[in-house]
């Protein structure tokens, strides 16, 4: 096992794409991303259930180094301030297999 940084991020099912994009540019190899996510945050109830796709979220899941963190959560932090959502970094153990 070795030391890795988790990261999630919640935010409009509409820029998930580029959260993804951004990762890319910024070195993380992958990412798993959970469509049409509920919930409750500082911009009220997102149920997920309009036809339209606006008021959708999205969950992504990835792993970084510790190293690319700092840039990472830039990149992402400006998204956040645009679109709403949340970014969670949390210590995590990778198991090689």
């Not at 840039?71 to 995590?92: F, M, T």
Request: with cysteine; net charge neutral; glycine share 10%.
């Amino acid at each position: 096992m070795r030391p890795i940084k988790r990261v999630e991020i919640i935010t409009d099912a509409l820029e998930i794409e580029r959260v993804a994009q951004l990762l890319e540019q910024h070195g993380v190899t992958g990412y798993t991303i959970i469509r049409d996510v509920i919930g409750k945050g500082e911009r009220g109830i997102r149920r997920g259930d309009e036809l339209s796709g606006v008021f959708k979220n999205s969950y992504l899941l990835t792993t970084c180094e510790p190293e690319q963190l700092p840039a990472i959560v830039e990149a992402v932090r400006l998204i956040l301030q645009q679109r709403g959502g949340v970014c969670l970094v949390s210590d995590a153990m990778w198991v090689k297999h």
